[in-house]
């Protein structure tokens, strides 16, 4: 009897230790029961439309399909599954593209357990949750407009999402299987969020980035 009271949870994430262990993590709660573990977002697709779970922890980059698409989908098929993103990213443009996309939670993978379970329960219950390591001012509160515009402002969800990959060391023809667009998009994309950075070279994006504590390594 115990065990149907619980409620049901997809795992996506790449690695599979990490994978195996947050599945662990989650099922030790005695709250949760992992019907699909998940390498990846089209993965991730798929165990929702057959299980639709209650709840779906996504890492924010999962490959064949990025994440923020495998949630467009997830939400242009109507499945009422809540959604919680991990990352080790906490810049404001980052959690504001996660919500802006459908999820209702936003959990550093440098916090304990217990913020994960957290971000579950408010999720669960119709509320937004964001790991408190994350400065929450800064992310829903509108900027003076006396201060200089952050240039990652100007980017627009797609260009942020190429941005995203670039820095990760993903090729072009990868972000755009993962983005499900071609690569001449993509190739358009990245030349307009250069363009917006004033950053001509991928190099000069990781630097950019590793200056802004943006890549998986920062």
Same mark, same amino acid.
């Given at each position: ?7 049901? $949870? /997809? *795992? ?9 262990? @947050?599945?662990? !993590?989650?099922?030790?709660? %005695?709250? #949760? ?49 809540? $959604? /919680? *993103? ?9 959690? @504001?593209?996660? !919500?802006?996309?459908?999820? %209702?939670? #936003? ?112």
């Amino acid at each position: 009897m115990e065990d149907q009271k619980r409620l049901s $949870l /997809v *795992v996506g994430e790449e690695l599979a230790l990490v994978r195996e262990g @947050l599945a662990a !993590l989650c099922e030790v709660s %005695g709250n #949760y029961e992992v019907v699909a573990k998940c390498e990846d977002g089209a993965a991730v697709v798929v165990a929702v439309e057959e299980h639709h779970p209650d709840l779906a922890l996504l890492d924010l980059n999962l490959p064949r399909l990025f994440t923020l698409e495998a949630i467009r989908k997830i939400r242009e098929r109507l499945v009422n599954t809540k $959604l /919680v *993103v991990m990352s080790t990213r906490r810049d404001r443009k980052t959690v @504001l593209e996660v !919500l802006r996309s459908g999820a %209702g939670g #936003y959990v550093l993978k440098s916090g304990p357990k217990e913020h994960l379970l957290d971000a579950f329960r408010q999720v669960l219950r119709g509320s937004i949750y964001v790991s408190p390591q994350v400065e929450i001012d800064k992310v829903f509160v509108s900027r003076n407009k006396r201060e200089p515009e952050d240039p990652l402002e100007t980017l627009s969800a797609r260009e942020y999402q190429v941005f995203t990959l670039l820095i990760d060391g993903i090729r072009a023809k990868e972000i755009a299987a993962r983005l499900e667009l071609s690569p001449k998009t993509v190739d358009t994309y990245r030349a307009s969020l250069m363009r917006k950075l004033d950053i001509h070279d991928v190099a000069g994006l990781v630097k950019f980035a590793i200056g802004r504590s943006l890549t998986a390594t920062a």
